[in-house]
């Protein structure tokens, strides 16, 4: 067994000095991936992927013959500060040590408390850094199951370097800077992609700590430091504090010659709750960890969730938790899987919808729905100008998004049935438009497929059916909601089955679109209207608001819609926040077109079907849910 190799990420080929450095010498060797073109002598070349896609390509792919595995960016300018060469330096404290991770003192080009203070350079051979960049380390071979594959589902950069970090607290005083050897940042760190866009890497260091946080067992420590209960939630506390920790206690690396093994359960249990989700699969191996699902496990999985019944998702509580324990205690040849990956196997593989098969049904509607051809109408902007109002016109019932109607020609002159979500919004100026009409020009039922109407004086949530009933009784105006009489909601059986999440999405540098933890009413209704006996549902106007794509107000809804709701950010307005537009399209996608009555209209159901969708859904399905219950 060589001492260690060194692995390199390069656009098109190795730093050459590094190259000299490490490439096939007795004690070690070189190897790399390119990734903005092929390189004969590379390991792979790896276009379209992140740096941590790529670092994971390489200990995929890398010999498992070494003591330790380097990682040296090729911009990295590697300075001995002895009479010793680059590798020599290296192999000297890796005996030395026998660290669990080695680097070196920060030079040039790197922001960190250390970099540029000689005197605390000078004043020892060694200490104990936390939280050091990760462009030249060397990790022991036992921790490449800890610390690999990195995480990739916050976009792959700075999120993981932190990951890294807060993973090596275990091991920390066998995590070595080595005082002897100095190394430059060729790009400074304010050329760096991750501070040209500060805002986005904070916002997805944050959801990272966010995501671990709850599996890291010595959070008091790091608590205590918070200033305010927001600050427990910053990703750089950590860092802060276990900096301080080990610059107050001047502490310095042990030597112990005695472990040859650092993956010791025992001691990572002390502070790590291993049944955290990041840590489902550390007895698996790498290769295994990035591939799909075994063909046998897919079954598996298939038929345990072919046996979720409605009442196992009629809850305020997140199910998909204990389904996904479940189904990952009967896994054999795969690793386990995410809460996110079993709702995207439930929505691919189980083909119908719960909700759209078992949901309780008003008996007026389904009566009026029955074997009717249904239009659904809801006010995107890219209805107008194609002359659409006759064909919706045709249809035996229309169903309208709240109430009025912005040009008949392009959006029809019907509305049998009008959907409201009734929050504080819109529930008032409908009220206030039906009150206005006469008996026979008013819709044969209002529906609606929220719980939450507006929020109480002691803060307390106001049902929809609390407050609209007696006002659409008075009315005369049947209403159908999807509350029952044990005061339990069947919309939560639907809210699991699209499984929305809070986060934000980027399109371009400064450039967000910031998702709520909830689906459309708008959506929502169109899954209700299908639990009836309807012949078919067509769809007009509606479409995911530009498939989430940021947008003008006058992009997002017909000049009329917003005249009479005003604009985003007015009290009145829309919301700022989109409900998860995502989630929506991958239910949309998964389920809704598998049934034979719903008709999605052209434009949007070529966007659904796009490369682009289909890719922002693939990252969409990494993300973790942190809201686990609803209203």
């Known amino acids: 067994m060589k001492k260690f190799c060194a692995l390199q990420i390069t656009p098109e080929a190795p730093n050459p000095k590094h190259v000299e450095m490490f490439a096939n010498q007795e004690e070690c060797d070189f190897f790399f991936v390119t990734h903005d073109g092929p390189n004969k002598d590379a390991m792979k070349f790896c276009p379209n992927t992140t740096w941590t896609d790529t670092r994971n390509t390489l200990v ?37 040590y026998s660290p669990a991770v080695l680097t070196y003192y920060p030079g040039a080009g790197l922001t960190t408390p250390f970099a540029g203070n000689t005197e605390y350079r000078d004043s020892r051979d060694a200490s104990v850094i936390p939280f050091t960049h990760a462009g030249f380390k060397f990790v022991h071979h036992s921790l490449l199951k800890w610390f690999f594959p990195m995480i990739t589902k916050f976009g792959g950069g700075v999120e993981s370097c932190h990951l890294f970090n807060i993973l090596e607290i275990p091991f920390l005083k066998h995590v070595v800077c080595s005082h002897r050897m100095l190394y430059d940042n060729g790009v400074s760190d304010m050329e760096a992609p991750h501070n040209q866009d500060g805002a986005w890497s904070d916002y ?21 430091y918070a200033t305010q209960e927001d600050h427990k939630y910053n990703a750089m506390l950590i860092k802060a504090v276990f900096q301080k920790v080990a610059l107050d206690n001047n502490l310095v690396p042990t030597k112990d010659h005695q472990i040859t093994d650092y993956f010791n359960r025992d001691i990572i249990g002390l502070f790590f709750d291993l049944e955290h989700e990041r840590f489902a699969n550390l007895d698996v191996g790498i290769h295994k960890q990035l591939s799909e699902v075994h ?7 298939n038929k345990l969730l072919s046996n979720i019944t409605f009442d196992d998702l009629k809850t305020k509580v997140n199910p998909w938790i204990d389904i996904t324990k479940k189904i990952n205690d009967n896994i054999r040849n795969s690793r386990k899987i995410t809460t996110s990956e079993c709702v995207d196997f439930y929505q691919r593989n189980n083909g119908d919808s719960l909700f759209i098969k078992s949901s309780n049904s008003d008996p007026a509607l389904s009566e009026y729905l029955k074997g009717k051809r249904v239009a659904y109408v809801g006010p995107a902007p890219y209805l107008q100008d194609q002359g659409n109002g006759s064909e919706i016109d045709s249809y035996d019932v229309v169903v309208r998004i709240q109430h009025g109607i912005p040009n008949p020609n392009d959006y029809g ?38 719980t939450a109407s507006q929020m109480k004086t002691n803060g307390e949530w106001a049902l929809t059916n609390e407050v609209y009933e007696p006002i659409f009784a008075d009315l005369k105006i049947p209403f159908v909601n999807l509350r029952n009489e044990d005061d339990t909601w069947d919309r939560w059986v639907l809210y699991w089955e699209i499984y929305a999440k809070q986060h934000i999405e980027r399109f371009a540098a400064g450039e967000f679109t910031v998702y709520s933890a909830n689906f459309n009413s708008g959506y929502g209704a169109i899954n209700m209207l299908l639990s009836y006996p309807l012949k078919e549902l067509a769809v007009f106007g509606l479409d995911f608001y530009n498939a989430g794509v940021p947008q003008t107000d006058e992009e997002k809804y017909h000049k009329q819609y917003t005249d009479t709701y005003g604009k985003s950010g007015t009290p009145m307005g829309p919301d700022k926040m989109l409900h998860d537009q995502l989630s929506q399209m991958m239910h949309c996608k998964n389920v809704l077109l598998k049934d034979s009555r719903f008709k999605l209209d052209t434009p949007v159901l070529n966007m659904l079907n796009s490369d682009s969708v289909a890719k922002r859904i693939n990252d969409f399905i990494l993300l973790p849910k942190f809201k686990n219950e609803t209203l």
Do not use: H
Request: hydrophobic share 30%.
């Open 60 to 96: 995929e792919g890398v010999p498992k013959d070494y003591e330790y595995y380097g990682f040296v960016d090729y911009d990295y300018v590697i300075k001995p500060l002895r009479n010793l060469r680059v590798k020599e330096q290296i192999l000297e404290d890796l005996n030395e």
């Open 204 to 224: 997805r260091m944050n959801e990272m700590w966010k995501w671990i946080r709850p599996a890291f067992k010595k959070i008091s420590v790091v608590d205590q």
């Open 295 to 301: 063909s046998e496990d897919k079954s598996r999985i």
């Open 413 to 450: 002159t019907r509305t049998d049935i009008i959907q409201s979500c009734l929050n504080s919004n819109y529930g008032p100026p409908l009220v206030e438009y039906l009150r206005n009409l006469e008996s026979p020009d008013r819709p044969r039922f209002v529906i609606c497929n929220d």
